[in-house]
């Protein structure tokens, strides 16, 4: 991994491969032979290439959301005590959607960049170690020494289903249009750019206004969901759970009648393909043409949800680059699902390249 230094002679050469290396030393204010120094470690790890610092010609994806260490615990009964101790089980792991997405996306054989922010902390240096393990790129991530990584903290009832969570997420306000102009350049030169609700509202309007290439969103939790509301939206797609998407569009969805409902009001809103994920219901699809769902295998043992969402994003973005037909994408997203589902890990280890093909 590129120190900072490198990093930023990286973005450097990626903005003009024929910059000199005084040109460099000038802009970042080092000595000549400095540069030299760091462009020798940069050939070395394969970053660059021979004369004019030609750059690996590889195909990417760039998904923009949280990093997070959750912590949560599961009921042993789901008869739920308040005020007092409830006997279950703890777990502690890497999580965020932004992280979750793009660590799906790396299992399915896709390059995939992640733009996030973490702290200088012990839960961000297992955040970078664990990217590093699944060829997560993270040059355009941003680890902050005034601030903490992120933490999800919540309850699940033993069936998989969430109680309560509690998020000390602020870091994520750091994402904001300033810090994601400086990346433009690289952003629109991917295959397709994913991002999370987990960021900033004006960052979203942002996104939507700059991105230039196919842009996929995945909505998080009832009290980021409405940031997605804007009046320039610009999605090729939109996936969302059932109690966002009840709380965006007013459908209550007690049958699969009302799920599919729900879909096409969600269609009318956004103007774009929406999959729609309802527990123990499906998966939900309407992209204004065709209406169509796809049911959860009904013997599925649930156990937890969390990560399902990411999962699914991640396989529609990889279908898309398979130019699958959305027939096809709706089966490989709830196959994605369900195996989330089926572990109490966040990203599932069988949500991988044999099961994309």
């Not at 959301?65 to 005590?81: C, R």
């Not at 096409?264 to 929406?274: D, E, S």
């Not at 123990?280 to 169509?292: A, E, I, K, T, V």
Request: charged fraction near 20%; include cysteine.
């Amino acid at each position: 991994m590129p120190t900072e230094r490198e990093s930023q002679i990286l973005k450097l050469i990626q903005e003009n491969p024929l910059i000199t290396q005084k040109e460099l030393a000038q802009r970042l204010g080092i000595t000549r032979p400095g540069v030299a120094s760091h462009i020798s470690r940069l050939i070395k790890a394969g970053l660059i290439s021979g004369k004019g610092y030609v750059l690996p010609a590889e195909k990417y994806v760039t998904v923009i959301g949280a990093t997070n260490m959750d912590v949560y615990g599961i009921l042993k009964k789901d008869n739920l005590v308040p005020k007092g101790s409830n006997a279950g089980h703890i777990v502690t792991q890497l999580g965020g959607v932004g992280r979750n997405i793009a660590a799906n996306l790396a299992q399915l054989g896709v390059n995939t960049n992640l733009i996030t922010v973490y702290g200088n902390d012990q839960n961000g240096q297992t955040f970078k170690e664990d990217a590093l393990r699944r060829n997560i790129n993270l040059f355009y991530a941003k680890q902050l020494l005034d601030k903490p990584t992120s933490i999800y903290l919540y309850i699940n009832r033993h069936d998989g289903q969430r109680l309560i969570g509690v998020d000390d997420m602020d870091i994520n306000n750091r994402l904001s249009p300033a810090f994601l102009q400086s990346e433009l350049v690289n952003i629109n030169k991917s295959q397709l750019v994913i991002f999370d609700s987990n960021i900033p509202s004006a960052s979203i309007r942002w996104l939507y206004d700059h991105v230039k290439v196919p842009l996929f969103a995945k909505s998080v939790s009832v009290n980021k969901a409405p940031n997605l509301v804007q009046d320039n939206v610009n999605l090729t797609g939109l996936v969302i759970n059932g109690v966002e998407g009840s709380l965006l569009s007013g459908v209550d969805i007690k049958d699969i009648a009302a799920a599919q409902h729900c879909a096409n009001q969600l269609h009318q809103m956004f103007k774009t393909a929406i999959y729609l994920y309802v527990d123990r219901l499906g998966l939900f699809y309407d992209d204004g043409q065709n209406q169509d769902s796809r049911p959860y295998n009904n013997h599925l043992r649930v156990m937890n949800t969390n990560g399902v969402g990411a999962a699914m994003v991640a396989m529609t973005a990889n279908c898309y680059l398979q130019h699958m037909t959305w027939q096809a994408t709706l089966d490989h997203m709830i196959l994605a699902g369900e195996r989330t589902m089926a572990t109490s890990a966040s990203v599932s280890d069988q949500v991988n390249a044999e099961l994309a093909k």
